[in-house]
């Protein structure tokens, strides 16, 4: 018999309670509900779960093939007060998003300020499916996590602007990292938006498992569109990043120990609140490889769009 899912959605234009039990005990009907409902609402969570590293690793090879990554940039690392430490040869698929040092070495990355709205890994030639984010000590109440909805976010674009951006493509810029600092590895590349590093994608892009159109805007520092000038490209990349960070477009995450927050980094950005540098915090991720975006017309009509349609009505 399969283990019983329940799926509880936000009031919000985005997001799920997944209610599941034990993850390590899914069987594979179960963890195709959790597929499907991580689809239809784009981020879920799962709460109360008690993952070790290897657990956490079991559970994410469950949704696909692992993107490997160097460990996250901490800012006091950058700023070289501290060494960088964040990786465990035991389990290289995991990275650690944390802002606590111990030893004169940064356990994780990101540190406790403000991360601004993106999405993980843009600038790959083919960005991630999915992050999974486990929380292993988050004190209540601090570093929120906010989400937004890019179907809706193009849905909504007046039909002016929408016709506009439809086949643009977007330079997703590799120099900055997720915390605003310049990766070192990138330190002598041209400082010029327009042919510095970072992969091109459609400003649209067609989701290939849903079949529906969203936006698809990465970060905005640096980003660049193809064949405007750079006065043209911020003026209108500007709009869209203000259009799409609207609170109707928003859902955002309050963390609980043992959350398993399952984002699509195709059809959403996220972004986190700044906290008290004295507080510990402390989450494991990992993330699950993506295919180069495209654009294909014929995308799901407006009535098959389901909840995320009828929300905005």
């Known amino acids: 018999m399969s283990n019983s899912v329940e799926v509880v959605p936000t009031e919000a234009a985005l997001g799920a309670e997944v209610r599941c039990g034990d993850v390590r005990k899914l069987d594979d009907?179960?963890?195709?509900?959790?597929?499907?409902?991580?689809?239809?609402?784009?981020?879920?969570?799962i709460r109360g779960q008690r993952l070790s590293d290897a657990d956490l690793v079991a559970f994410g090879r469950r949704f696909g093939e692992f993107q490997y990554s160097t460990p996250l940039p901490s800012p006091l690392a950058s700023e070289g007060k501290v060494a960088q430490g964040g990786r465990d040869k035991r389990h290289p698929e995991i990275t650690v998003v944390s802002n606590v040092v111990e030893g004169g070495v940064a356990r994780g990355g990101l540190g406790d300020g403000e991360l601004v709205w993106h999405s993980d890994m843009s600038s790959y030639e083919a960005p991630p499916n999915q992050t999974i984010l486990y929380s292993i000590e988050v004190p209540s109440g601090i570093g929120r996590t906010g989400f937004n909805n890019m179907y809706l976010?193009?849905?909504?674009?007046?039909?002016?602007?929408?016709?506009?951006?439809?086949?643009?493509?977007?330079?997703?810029?590799?120099?900055?990292?997720a915390a605003g600092y310049l990766r070192e590895r990138f330190k002598d590349a041209a400082a010029d938006v327009r042919v510095s590093p970072g992969a091109v994608h459609p400003l649209v892009r067609t989701h290939p498992e849903t079949g529906r159109n969203c936006l698809f805007l990465g970060r905005r520092s640096k980003a660049y569109v193809a064949g405007m000038t750079v006065a043209e490209s911020d003026a209108l990349l500007d709009a869209l990043f203000e259009h799409a960070a609207q609170p109707q477009f928003a859902w955002h995450h309050d963390w609980k120990n043992g959350d398993v927050l399952m984002w699509d980094?195709?059809?959403?950005?996220?972004?986190?609140?700044?906290?008290?540098?004295?507080?510990?915090?402390?989450?494991h991720r990992v993330v699950i490889k993506g295919t180069r975006p495209f654009r294909t017309p014929g995308a799901l009509p407006p009535h098959e769009r389901g909840r995320e349609t009828a929300m905005m009505k």
């Open 153 to 177: 976010a193009l849905d909504a674009l007046p039909p002016a602007l929408r016709a506009r951006v439809d086949g643009l493509m977007l330079k997703h810029d590799a120099t900055i990292d």
């Open 29 to 45: 009907a179960a963890v195709a509900a959790v597929r499907q409902a991580w689809l239809a609402h784009l981020v879920i969570v």
């Open 265 to 283: 980094n195709r059809c959403v950005m996220h972004r986190r609140d700044p906290f008290d540098p004295a507080v510990r915090r402390t989450l």
